[in-house]
């Protein structure tokens, strides 16, 4: 035993060693920003998972302990907790059937992790994302500032880059803002979309900024179409870290995030996506932009359909 004093290392535990679970962790480690704990009720895996990446360690030259386990115990003091468990929809198998799924192992995993690591941030990536993060919130019993949830990152990161595609220019030049659910009546916005600065309403005819439009609200459905089996992880990993990253770092990013709205954009007791301001005390603050009505309304036609989602959620885990 060493007569050294441990010292408390920044720790990201993520729950749900599936693929966007595993390649967050990748993501994680070897950008050096934190150690990671990968829990999955599957025995062995998150384990396996682990050794895989703590071994590739001398190649991609980062010190991150990796550990994989079953047990909450392992998560304890954990300063991001990162909930990506949950079920994909199996044949035969409602929305419904989906969401009272997810709902029970989002609860759990919350509470679990909560009673292990009561300061911790929660980022909640489980499917339907809106729903899951408001049920996540209610059952941590934390402030709402340190729960939210990664949609519009994504989201926005896809329009971002068909806007590259179509206009053949840098992807680090283009901005883009999605607001709302992470559904099919989220809410692009092409006036806050911008090609150095250069809003895309006036660069781009209508039609194709629809066309674009399209495909970003089609964006998970697509690569669904083309894989077959399993949905995107990539992507969304690299998002997530994106949020895991200016949590650590306190940079304060402005991003879309699902987040507790208390008045903002005219709604309330809703979690939704919006811009926010992350940084180490989570949600710091929420950017209002100037919508026009129609964009307002689209978003609030968004959140609507939020929550009717959360009320029937609240039901199901009422009547279990
Ligand atoms: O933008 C977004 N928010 C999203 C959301 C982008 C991509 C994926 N999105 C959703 O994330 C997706 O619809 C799923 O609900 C989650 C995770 O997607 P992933 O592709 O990683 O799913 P997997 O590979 O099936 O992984 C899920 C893991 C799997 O290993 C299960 O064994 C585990 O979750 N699981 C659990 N872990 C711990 N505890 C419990 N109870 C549990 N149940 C399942």
Same mark, same amino acid.
């Given at each position: ?23 967050? $962790? ?8 934190? /150690? ?8 062995? #895996? ?18 991150? *302990?990796?550990? @994989?386990?079953?047990?909450?115990? /392992? ?19 409602? *929305? ?35 729903? #899951? ?21 994504? /989201? ?7 806007? $590259? #595609? ?43 900024? /629809? ?61 939704? @996506?919006?811009?926010? *301001?992350? @940084? ?41």
């Amino acid at each position: 035993s060493s007569s050294l004093p441990l010292c408390a290392s920044t720790r990201v535990t993520i729950i749900g060693a599936g693929k966007v679970g595993s390649t967050l $962790a990748q993501r994680i480690a070897e950008k050096n920003l934190a /150690d990671v704990v990968l829990l999955d009720i599957v025995a062995g #895996m998150p384990q396996g998972i682990a050794l895989d990446l703590t071994q590739a360690r001398g190649i991609e030259q980062h010190d991150c *302990r990796i550990i @994989g386990t079953n047990d909450y115990v /392992d998560t304890a003091n954990s300063d991001i907790v990162v909930i990506t468990a949950g079920i994909p929809r199996k044949p035969g198998m409602t *929305r419904d059937d989906l969401m009272r799924t997810n709902a029970q192992i989002v609860v759990e995993a919350v509470q679990r992790s909560i009673a292990h690591s009561p300061n911790a941030i929660l980022i909640v990536v489980t499917n339907p994302l809106d729903v #899951m993060t408001y049920l996540a919130w209610q059952a941590s019993g934390i402030p709402s500032n340190r729960v939210m949830g990664m949609a519009g990152v994504l /989201d926005s990161a896809r329009f971002q880059s068909f806007i $590259a #595609m179509e206009l053949g220019v840098a992807i680090t030049d283009i901005t883009t803002t999605v607001l709302g659910g992470h559904g099919d009546l989220m809410v692009p916005l092409p006036r806050y979309s911008t090609v150095s600065g250069v809003p895309i309403t006036e660069i781009m005819e209508p039609e194709t900024i /629809d066309r674009l439009i399209k495909r970003t609200r089609n964006g998970g459905a697509e690569i669904v179409e083309l894989m077959r089996t399993g949905s995107a992880y990539f992507a969304p990993a690299s998002a997530t870290c994106l949020m895991v990253e200016s949590i650590l770092y306190n940079q304060s990013r402005v991003v879309p995030t699902c987040a507790y709205l208390q008045g903002e954009y005219g709604l309330n007791d809703i979690y939704v @996506g919006v811009p926010s *301001r992350l @940084g180490c005390a989570g949600v710091e603050s929420i950017v209002e932009l100037n919508l026009s009505e129609a964009e307002l309304s689209a978003l609030h036609i968004s959140a609507e359909s939020v929550r009717q989602n959360v009320h029937q959620a609240k039901e199901m885990l009422a009547a279990v």
